[in-house]
């Protein structure tokens, strides 16, 4: 009776070890698409906007990023953040700072039009809380609708491969993890579409704090997918902003260098 228990225990371990390699081989190295883009975006030379850039979600992640590669080219930047964010690297790049929650549209509304600013980009989102306090919707709702008050009519906005017709690109992991803010995202989408403002969306994959690869691209293609460093990302979005002919547009942010989870790893 021992020996066959000790039996079924090993082969239940067994399965259990197979199981455990499956999941991490898929997420490691099958994640991923092999869907090969299309309507890359061609090199073009960076256009400066011609102002001041404001920058929603600047405080930290591909925002502020953002806000780095903005600086290096010279542009003078103002990062809205909220009175308990620590703004410790924006002092060290030089930004401006003006006192914003995303949620109020008042205080959005008056940090956009508290100066004459070219262009406005969000990274504004969230994988946390609940619906009501994301800014997934209502906060980019905000910002786009106080940008159509103040008159700014360039607006770059980074949203997430998944929402809107890139549904299908999505890995089924992150349609599951990522639902509710999908559905938000594709919201954001929709309205800044109807603003009427001259609009640039860009939708990355997986991201990751990695080296930069230089290799990512622009692909006006909802069915590719590939994972990105927040730098690489950062610099599409600041090279969108720079070409007039991304308006309109929306792009899915591809990295052929990683088109698996495992080269955010290794």
Not at 39 to 52: D, K, L
Not at 124 to 129: A, I, P, Q, S
Not at 146 to 174: C, E, H, L, N, Y
């Amino acid at each position: 009776m021992k020996k066959l228990l000790f039996g079924v225990l090993k082969a239940i371990g067994g399965l259990v070890l197979a199981l455990v390699l499956f999941i991490l081989t898929y997420f490691f190295w099958l994640s991923g698409s092999s869907h090969e883009p299309i309507n890359i975006r061609a090199a073009s030379e960076y256009v400066s906007p011609g102002g001041p850039v404001l920058v929603f979600g600047g405080t930290r992640g591909t925002g502020l990023e953002i806000v780095r590669k903005l600086r290096e080219r010279g542009e003078a930047v103002t990062v809205a953040v909220r009175s308990t964010s620590n703004t410790t690297e924006l002092k060290k790049l030089g930004a401006d700072t003006v006192v914003a929650d995303a949620l109020d549209a008042k205080q959005v509304e008056a940090a956009v039009g508290s100066k004459k600013f070219a262009a406005v980009i969000s990274t504004l989102g969230t994988t946390r809380g609940e619906q009501h306090k994301r800014p997934d919707y209502i906060g980019n709702r905000n910002v786009i609708d106080a940008a159509r008050v103040a008159g700014v009519k360039r607006f770059v906005f980074i949203t997430v491969i998944g929402a809107g017709d890139s549904s299908d690109a999505a890995p089924g992991f992150s349609k599951r993890f990522l639902a509710e803010v999908i559905a938000l995202k594709t919201q954001a989408e929709d309205h800044l579409r109807a603003s009427g403002l001259d609009y640039t969306i860009i939708r990355p994959g997986g991201l990751g704090d990695v080296p930069t690869s230089g290799t990512a691209v622009l692909a006006e293609d909802p069915a590719a997918f590939s994972f990105i460093g927040r730098a690489d990302l950062a610099d599409l979005a600041v090279q969108a902003l720079g070409d007039a002919s991304t308006i309109g547009k929306t792009y899915s942010a591809y990295d052929p260098s990683r088109k698996t989870m495992s080269t955010m790893y290794f």
